[in-house]
């Protein structure tokens, strides 16, 4: 099966990573492995580390960074832009929907079980007014290109507590400090403003009657897996970075314990998920989050980014949907591909689906970071047959998808430089308008032949160009 | 800021200042062996390093001999010892990841370099063959970790308390380390003559480690005196690991952080500094040496407690 190179067209050079690949040619394999340790040992001696799910020894892992970049044109990137930005508009368009007027249900578009009875839909939020109307305030769209035809393809929305900007940041510092030459060579769109965007568009969702408002960064604490990233984050802003029991509520209001008394707090990006935010509200057991926050929250002396209840929009069960929504909210077309869905919770597709186990990707419908996924062509038959038990005792749980020949890059590995499979996060940030940094988190499956490119499944990451 | 973000700042700094007043302590022990002296000198002072650390249980749990090796093993390497500089610069490195964001880059990376380096220093065993040299290392980095907060970070609430943890927890081991003599006996001067020859040799190892045997002789232009360095570790306010100028460090960064509850912690960091700057030697040696280090001690700890509930703690909500 031939294979998108994002670098080569059939043996010759694409023209984008012309220059590129001219510099790269004139570096010694040894200046490559040399420049490699260095940016280990500077992310290490930075503490960009990880800690992944289910390691209880705590050790922290770096991230394989790789030191070949991917490059995207400008017209690439300008489909991108458009096709992005349509998404989120959409995205949010639907949440504020399915918590006030139920439009889209209501005209057949989406079946409304598929809505009201999906766990991720939070009944408290019917009817609240949140600051703008907007809910994704900030966005992670998991983008692939098709190794066959080449087009881009929407993998997944992450609308709850999207995470992996730090690296995009990081990973182009790091580029940057290793080799300065390149940049001198190319015109690559910058993306450090990210922070001073994010900042903004929080500051833009402030309760109203807040002109200067105190903006957090709320954190599960520092054996999260992001942890990096909510200090990094917190830092850029120069805003407080604070854990749940930081905070109280006090008359519907929230404020943090300050070496100087109460402070109030006015706007919260917060990287816990909904079930932990409130322990009045949902998980009693959840020491994470902050007694009362829910109460203050509908009554608007506090805003959450994102708001809560966004889960209901980015669910795999949901997914098959969203073109029909941009359609539906934009009366436009959509300018990016959705991957071909079966819903298992349909007879036809589970029995479609059954029969083609081989061949396609199942996902759980709540799934997220690579588990509980079954990747038809790369699991052995022993494998594929406890999925299917699994999927038949409960298909409503189940989506299916072709399995896409992720396009691959120019990957710096141990046999030298071959081709990996990758894919694109760009992160789009809703306000009073829709922004993006040119650029995004480019995630690559390190193993041979591999279409797994989550970190926490050995996943590594490269910087990302888009050329001007 | 943030209560726990100033709490992580404060422990950030005291376990740092410890990790270098425990490697400075161990190096005079070092020094003096190579003294001549009895195998019975030898344990003494081990056992005196872990009184005056409050560690003698703690060490009698798990070893049963006390040799050189376990002792500086439990000291140095030991995770299990709260109080190792292993311990200590692990857990300053994990305060200030849990607040790294407050520090400025350049402090952090210090922090956590630190704390990387030392680990694989115990890995390549430069304990044994070295130690010397790791101790000299380990006072260099806490040197190096104030020089780049003093070079690099805003004076805000975040320095002082960064610095009100330093001057603290300095004020707490000096005494300690001037204690391990006084522990056994608490008129030096009295003693043998025998006994006095050993001992000035102790107190110039003494005096070096605190860095302060230049600043003797500079002060005194005389010979090396137990009452003498007494009075410079003290009472001396020029002396900086003194403990009248830790106080005074103390009571500096509490009024760079008063707020409406701290009145009671800086009356009684103000009563210690002032009893120090009006006090003298032969005061104390009427008291006692020993017995006055330890009502410092005992008060030094107190005083902590006040800064943990004046500004640190959380109310439980």
Known sequence: MPVHDEMRDEGAVRPHYERFQHWLGRQGGETMTRKRAE????????????????????????????????????????????????????????????????????????????????????????????????????AGIDIV???????????????????????????????????????????????????????????????????????????????????????????????????????FVEDNYVFMRTTQGPRRVDVIYRRIDDDFLDPL??????????????????????????AMGTGVADDKSIYPYVPDMIRF???????????????????????????????????????AGGYGMLVGPAATRGEIEAFRTRLLARPSNYISQPTLALSACPTFVDAGIAPRHIDLRPFVLSGRTVRMVAGGLTRVALKEGSLVVNSSQGGGTKDTWVLE | ?????????????????????????????????????????????????????????AFDARHKAMTRESVLNFLVADPDNPSS????????????RAVRGTLTTEWWETLNDTWLQFAGQLRGDELSAHPDTLFEWVKFRSHLSRGVMLGTALQDDALFFTQLGTFLERADNTARILDVRFVEVDDPDSRSAARQLEDFYYWTSILSSVSA??????????????????????????????????????????????????????????????????????????????????????RVYELGNQVASAYLMLPVG
């Open chain 1, 329 to 367: 909210y934009l009366g436009e077309q959509p300018i990016l591909n959705n991957v071909p869905t079966w819903q298992c919770r349909k007879p036809d597709d589970l029995a479609y689906t059954l029969a083609h186990l081989p061949e396609l990707v199942v996902k759980e419908v709540h799934g």
């Open chain 1, 145 to 247: 290109r098709d190794g066959r035809d080449g087009a881009f393809y929407v993998l997944e929305d992450n609308l709850r507590v999207p995470s992996g900007v730090s690296y995009m940041l990081e990973n182009r510092k790091m580029m940057m400090r290793l080799f300065p030459d390149l940049f001198v060579q190319h015109r690559i769109a910058p993306v450090a403003h990210y922070p001073d965007l994010l900042l903004d568009t929080l500051r833009s969702v402030a309760p109203t009657g807040v002109d200067e408002p105190n903006v957090v960064v709320l954190t599960p604490g520092m054996y999260n897996s992001a942890y990096f990233e909510h200090t990094f984050l917190a830092q850029q802003m120069g805003v407080e970075l604070v854990e749940g029991t930081d905070l």
């Open chain 2, 213 to 298: 045997l230049e600043i003797y002789r500079k002060v005194y232009r005389d010979v090396v005196t137990p009452a003498r360095v007494v009075e410079l570790l003290i009472l001396n306010q020029q002396m900086p690991r003194s403990l009248l100028a830790s106080l005074d460090g103390v009571c500096t960064n509490l009024a760079l952080l008063t707020t409406g509850t701290s009145r009671e912690v800086e009356r009684t960091a103000g009563k210690l500094r002032a009893e120090l700057l009006y006090s003298d030697l032969r005061q104390i040696f009427s008291i006692g040496v020993h017995t006055f280090l330890t009502q410092f001690l005992a």
């Open chain 2, 85 to 96: 500089i292993y311990s200590c610069l692990l857990a300053a490195r994990e305060n200030a």
């Open chain 1, 39 to 138: 940016a280990d040992l500077l992310f290490r001696r930075v503490g960009i580390t990880f800690a992944v799910n289910g390691d209880l020894s705590g050790t922290e892992r770096l991230i394989p960074f790789d030191l070949i970049p991917r490059i995207i044109p400008a017209d690439e990137w300008t489909l991108l832009d458009s096709g992005l930005r349509q998404r989120v508009k959409a995205l949010n368009l639907f949440l504020h929907d399915v918590y006030h007027e139920r439009n889209i249900v209501r005209a057949g578009v989406i079946p409304a079980e598929q809505v009201y009875t999906n766990a991720q839909y939070r009944p408290e939020m019917q009817g609240i007014d949140v600051p703008l109307g907007v809910y994704a305030l900030v």
């Open chain 1, 281 to 306: 509200a949902f998980r009693a057991d959840s020491a994470l989050g902050v007694p009362g926050l829910l109460t203050a929250y509908r009554a608007g002396r506090v805003s959450l980014a994102n």
């Open chain 2, 1 to 57: 800021m943030l209560s726990r973000t100033a709490d992580h700042l404060f422990w950030m700094a005291r376990y740092m200042e410890r990790a270098e007043n425990t490697a400075r302590m161990l190096d005079i022990n070092l020094k003096e062996r190579l003294l001549p002296g009895s195998g019975d000198s030898e344990a003494r002072g081990l056992r005196a390093m872990l009184r005056i650390s409050e560690l003698e249980p």
